[in-house]
């Protein structure tokens, strides 16, 4: 924004405080010569020959040069000591303003780092400190994204214009088209899920009063197909809990849950849902069989294309934004996301969301 120019704040100050000792220097002048001239007795002042001074008007006017020079001292002396208190006043506020600068530039790792006793200003330089933290975890994480991304979104492209190359002398057409729609599903199933994960951060949804149990029902019955494919049993059960939230984003988290619970188990293996109501917040917790797991590779398993290959079916990779959706959509719903690795093998994820 462009400003037109003026007094810096310590100049501000600086006047301020000379204003206000001359001001006072005023009062105290007026107030002496108030007193000697109307509450002191007659013949009580001295001259500087040693007569008392009966005439207050000659008071008066032998004063006037001695409050004149005063107040020309406290003027000079507020000016200086001005400058200088308000100097060191607003030194951190010097380095905020440097570090803010620097960030306008592009280096979020700068830290003000203010040393001191907690005042006003250090407070300030803390908030902007965390503030800058944020920004660069945030924008670290939205690099890694994109870069991620394109990877993702150039390897089925890749793949697309292989098989069209490989269409032009190719004798069996039939191969190629179901090989090409089985790519393009993959992009478009991608890109939805890039869709979901950024509507999810915009947090640009209405909230509703929903029931976690009602959704579990609902994603069972949807996936009932799938786990009977793999030889998977699914169990739910718990009791009415209510949230406040998005239906369909919240019928993504735990379809979401319940499909990785199902890819990724073993054969006559189980998946239990359930749902819990407390005073102040409602889960809903997914637990299947499978391997057993390390906690860094669980640890890993929110970030955006990770897919936990040690566990994964061939068949059932998947675009590896399952659990980076869940845990995006429950941070938007102001809740948390928990997985533990059990110890006879598979995962338990639980989220946490405020009651309404």
């Not at 945030?138 to 394109?150: C, G, L, P």
């Not at 478009?188 to 947090?203: C, G, M, P, Y």
Request: hydrophobic share 45%; with cysteine.
């Amino acid at each position: 924004m462009d400003r037109a120019p003026g007094l810096s704040v310590r100049l501000k100050l600086t006047i301020s405080y000379a204003g206000f000792l001359m001001i006072a220097g005023i009062l105290l002048m007026a107030a002496v010569l108030t007193y000697y001239t109307y509450f002191l007795p007659d013949g009580w002042i001295l001259t500087p020959t040693g007569d008392f001074l009966i005439n207050r008007t000659r008071l008066a006017t032998s004063f006037a040069p001695f409050v004149a020079g005063v107040l020309c001292f406290l003027l000079v002396f507020g000016l200086a000591g001005g400058w200088f208190l308000a100097g060191r006043m607003l030194a951190p506020l010097d380095r905020i303003t440097h570090a803010t600068r620097v960030a306008a530039g592009g280096s979020l790792a700068h830290r003000i780092a203010l040393p001191g006793r907690s005042d006003e200003f250090h407070e300030l330089a803390d908030a902007f400190d965390a503030m800058l933290a944020r920004l660069e975890t945030h924008v670290a994480e939205q690099q890694r994204f994109a870069a991620n991304a394109s990877h993702e979104l150039r390897t089925p492209l890749a793949v697309t214009r292989t098989l069209l190359d490989v269409a032009r002398s190719s004798r069996d057409p039939d191969e190629l088209v179901e090989r090409l729609h089985f790519v393009n599903t993959r992009a478009i199933d991608l890109t939805e899920a890039l869709l979901v994960l950024s509507r999810a951060d915009q947090r640009s949804f209405a909230r509703e009063r929903v029931d976690l149990s009602l959704i579990a029902e609902e994603a069972t019955e949807t996936l009932i197909p799938l786990a009977e494919k793999h030889g998977v049993a699914v169990e739910t059960g718990g009791e009415r809990a209510f949230a406040a939230g998005s239906p369909a984003l919240l019928l993504q988290v735990t379809t979401n849950l319940l499909h990785n619970a199902i890819v990724h188990n073993v054969l006559d293996g189980t998946v239990r849902v359930t749902t819990a109501a407390g005073p102040a917040f409602v889960s809903l917790t997914v637990e299947n069989t499978g391997s057993k797991l390390t906690q860094q590779l669980v640890e890993t398993l929110t970030e955006p294309f990770q897919r936990g290959t040690t566990r994964v079916r061939g068949d059932q990779a998947g675009v590896g934004l399952g659990l980076a959706i869940v845990k995006s959509i429950t941070q938007a719903h102001d809740g948390t996301l928990a997985l533990t690795p059990l110890a006879d093998g598979g995962l338990r994820v639980t989220v946490r969301l405020p009651a309404p």
